[in-house]
């Protein structure tokens, strides 16, 4: 690697410091890490001076080749501090490798710039769909087991949003059956231990599709996870429908057209949007509407029923409310 500074960024805080680990590894190669890297802020060290930083980017290194440069929590850095990095960039020392590890608030828009400009950005990004399957996989691929189709699904499903126990898990799997070994789904499910947290499309998904059985899986999984509340859930459907009743009879014909009409930056999500308010046509987002708001009433309390009972029997009627037509 010839690159000056490495961004390491992501949304998934523990992806980011497996990712900023690994790569600081790659760095040292054969070295000795005590005489190569040395690291600046993250949450269990003190406030860092940035001119410590930059003094130790601009020292040669001593009885190893290179020297590696670890700052944590980057968007703890002020606009002055960014600044020096950014001026450091300008002209780095060939023997220093900056790595920029993201967390403790916003990246400054010029250091970020700078590393465009310099460097390399190590996305540990996920994303949803296609994206996260091919993700997994990839990871899956390039880890000390294999697991089989049934048992990438499981794993999947399992994990949800909790993508950061992966290489733990996998390393796991490599402890009780060897490297290289192949992984059955019966082989894994002893290790899996608590479900992930699924993101709430997951939910929504299933509803539009009218996939009742689905939908009812994914909702016990978001009810079981910490913090939950049915309220919380609620919101989530409320928000989804929402965005049909805003676009029913509005007469948006693009992606582009009901992302503004939204307020939203991506087309992606309001094209969904769009399509399912145009499938579902006026009188069912008006019946979804009304049963949101019946359940609304429930759920706080004008019925006996517990809100996990509420929103079980709301889940099932917008399943089928969405089955007809699709």
């Known amino acids: 690697m010839t690159e000056a500074v490495f961004l390491v960024r992501g949304t998934d805080p523990s992806l980011v410091a497996q990712a900023a680990h690994a790569l600081t590894e790659q760095l040292v190669g054969g070295g000795d890490p005590s005489l190569t890297v040395e690291e600046f802020g993250g949450p269990a060290v003190e406030p860092f001076d940035v001119g410590a930083v930059i003094d130790a980017c601009t020292t040669p290194p001593f009885l190893v080749e290179r020297r590696v440069v670890v700052v944590r929590d980057i968007g703890q850095l002020t606009p002055a501090d ?3 990095i ?3 960039l300008q002209d780095p020392l060939a023997t220093t490798a900056l790595v920029l590890v993201a967390g403790g ?3 400054p828009q010029s250091l970020s710039k700078a590393v465009g400009a310099s460097g390399r950005v190590v996305d540990t990004s996920v994303g949803n769909g296609r994206a996260r399957s091919q993700w997994l996989a990839d990871h899956v691929r390039g880890g000390p087991v294999r697991l089989d189709g049934a048992a990438t699904a499981l794993l999947s499903d399992h994990l949800g949003e909790d993508m950061g126990r992966l290489e733990g898990l996998l390393d796991t799997l490599a402890a009780a059956y060897g490297r290289g070994a192949t992984v059955s789904s019966d082989d894994l499910e002893p290790f899996l231990g608590t479900a992930g947290n699924l993101a709430p499309w997951d939910l929504t998904d299933a509803i539009d599709a009218g996939r009742p059985a689905r939908a009812l899986s994914v909702l016990h999984r978001m009810l079981d996870a910490p913090e939950s509340h049915p309220l919380r859930i609620m919101s989530v459907l409320h928000g989804h429908y929402r965005k049909m009743l805003q676009l ?6 693009s992606a582009e057209e009901a992302a ?3 307020g939203m930056k991506s087309a992606f999500p309001a094209k969904k949007a769009l399509g ?3 499938r579902l046509g006026s009188e069912r987002v008006a019946q979804a509407i009304r049963l949101l708001a019946r359940a609304d ?3 706080r309390g004008s019925t ?3 809100g996990e009972t509420v929103l079980e029997v709301l889940v099932a009627r917008l399943c089928r409310l969405a089955g007809p037509g699709r």
Do not use: I, M, Q
């Open 304 to 306: 006996a029923l517990p």
């Open 276 to 278: 399912e308010s145009r």
């Open 248 to 253: 029913d009879g509005s007469g948006v014909t």
């Open 297 to 299: 009433l429930d759920v």
């Open 86 to 88: 950014v001026e450091y």
């Open 260 to 262: 503004r009409v939204l």
């Open 105 to 107: 608030g916003t990246l």
């Open 82 to 84: 960014a600044k020096r």
